[in-house]
C-alpha cells in the first residue's frame, strides 16, 4: 500500500486513513463486498473531511457504492468524482457520470498461458504486467 500511496501523493492526491476502506477478513461473497461497499462509503461520507474523489476497486464493490451514493444523495461528479475499476469483458449499468479503469481479462488469462507454455518450454519468463484504460464514462 506504500507503493500506492507514494505514487498518489507525488502525483498531488491527499490520502487520508480515513478515506481507506479494507476488508477485515480475507475473501469476501459478492453479497458481502455489496454491504462492505454500501458500509464504506457511507463511514466515508459521514466524517466531516470528504474526499473529493473515490477510487473502487476491485469492480464487485461497484454496485454496494453507488447505493450508498443514491441513499446519501451524493451530487456526482459535484460533490465526489469517481473512478471505478471494471474488466473489460463485463458490462455495468452506472447511473452517474466518472471513470472506469479497465483492464481485460482476457489479456489476464492469454499472458498466464503463455507463462506456463514458457515454462514448460524451459524459456525464461519474461516479467508481465496488467494494463489499464481509462475511459470516461457519462
Excluded at 441513499?71 to 457520470?97: F, G, R, T
Excluded at 499472458?111 to 518450454?121: E, R, S
Aim: aromatic residues 8%; charged residues 25%; glycine residues 6%.
Amino acid at each position: 500500500m506504500t507503493k500506492v500511496r507514494d505514487k498518489f501523493t507525488k502525483n498531488g492526491f491527499q490520502i487520508s486513513d480515513k478515506w481507506i476502506e479494507s476488508p477485515d477478513k480475507g475473501f469476501l461473497s459478492i453479497s458481502e463486498l455489496s454491504h462492505f461497499a454500501f458500509d464504506g462509503l457511507k463511514r466515508i461520507w459521514s466524517q466531516e473531511e470528504k474526499p473529493d474523489g473515490l477510487l473502487i476497486y476491485p469492480e464487485d464493490l461497484i454496485n454496494g457504492a453507488l447505493l450508498a451514493i443514491m441513499d446519501e444523495q451524493i451530487k456526482v461528479p459535484e460533490e465526489l468524482s469517481l473512478v471505478m475499476h471494471h474488466n473489460q469483458e463485463n458490462n455495468i449499468l452506472c447511473p452517474v457520470p466518472g471513470y472506469f479503469l479497465e483492464s481485460s481479462i482476457k489479456k489476464m488469462a492469454h499472458g498466464l498461458i503463455k507463462i506456463v507454455v514458457d515454462q514448460f518450454n524451459g524459456n525464461e519468463i519474461a516479467p508481465a504486467k496488467q494494463s489499464y484504460i481509462l475511459k470516461e464514462h457519462q
